[in-house]
């Protein structure tokens, strides 16, 4: 069994992340569901024994039912950030996909839980880069507010939304042949995928970019929208460690 740095990683990651108590019940299940109790029982007991050698996970604390290791980790102060809708600080916290490149080594629960969190992060970093975008995008500082629109699309090449906004600050930053490039490439990409056609407030905003005149169908940049803009497909790959 390959029980040195890369199981260390992962353990301390899992336990970084819950900042508190974890059964070890609950770590049997999720690094060996497939493996006997007796067996996985004593993996863990020497995942335990490697972690503690180890100058960085001195602070580990270990029990006969449950462990913890409380550190100070950016993924924490990212949530922190986004909880307390400080968007700016949040996005100057995120380090992309969690865990990138870290292998599991064939554990499925834990492959399911890295999936799920990834994902959850990934979306709290899309609201936060789409939350700071709008608010660069009232202070007409169009540029900078397409930049942040940019990187949700290159994520999320079916983020309706980002692309609405997008065609919004496109003549302040004079992006119009741009901005209708990206929405010629979305609605392909949009029909190619799911079917679909455009939403009719985009539709008015890209008519607005072709004739230079503002639109006459679409809701301002403010204004509630009825029905939510389509954010993209499910990921199924990765995004702070």
């Not at 029990?63 to 600080?89: H, K, M, N, P, Y």
């Not at 839980?113 to 970093?125: D, K, M, Y």
């Amino acid at each position: 069994m390959d029980l040195p740095l890369r199981q260390s990683l992962l353990l301390g990651a899992y336990l970084a992340h819950r900042d508190d108590w974890v059964g070890r019940e609950e770590l049997l299940a999720l690094f060996w569901p497939e493996v006997d109790e007796s067996t996985a029982r004593h993996n863990l007991s020497q995942l335990v024994y490697h972690c503690r050698r180890q100058p960085w996970f001195a602070e580990l604390e270990a029990e006969r039912t449950r462990l913890r290791w409380r550190v100070a980790s950016d993924l924490q102060l990212f949530r922190a950030a986004i909880g307390a809708g400080a968007w700016s600080d949040a996005l100057d916290l995120y380090r992309g996909p969690l865990l990138e490149g870290v292998a599991s080594g064939g554990a499925p629960t834990f492959e399911d839980w890295l999936e799920s969190e990834r994902e959850s992060l990934h979306v709290a970093w899309r609201e936060a880069t789409l939350q700071v975008a709008a608010m660069l995008e009232r202070e007409e500082r169009w540029a900078e507010a397409i930049a942040r629109l940019v990187t949700v699309l290159e994520r999320d090449p079916l983020a309706e939304d980002a692309l609405q906004a997008y065609l919004r600050c496109a003549p302040g930053a004079g992006q119009r042949a741009q901005a209708l490039r990206a929405y010629d490439a979305f609605r392909a990409t949009l029909r190619a995928e799911l079917d679909l056609t455009p939403l009719a407030a985009t539709e008015a905003w890209a008519g607005a970019l072709r004739t230079d005149t503002p639109p006459a169908d679409a809701p301002p940049a403010d204004a509630p929208r009825t029905g939510a803009p389509r954010t993209g497909a499910p990921r199924t790959g990765a995004p702070p460690t």
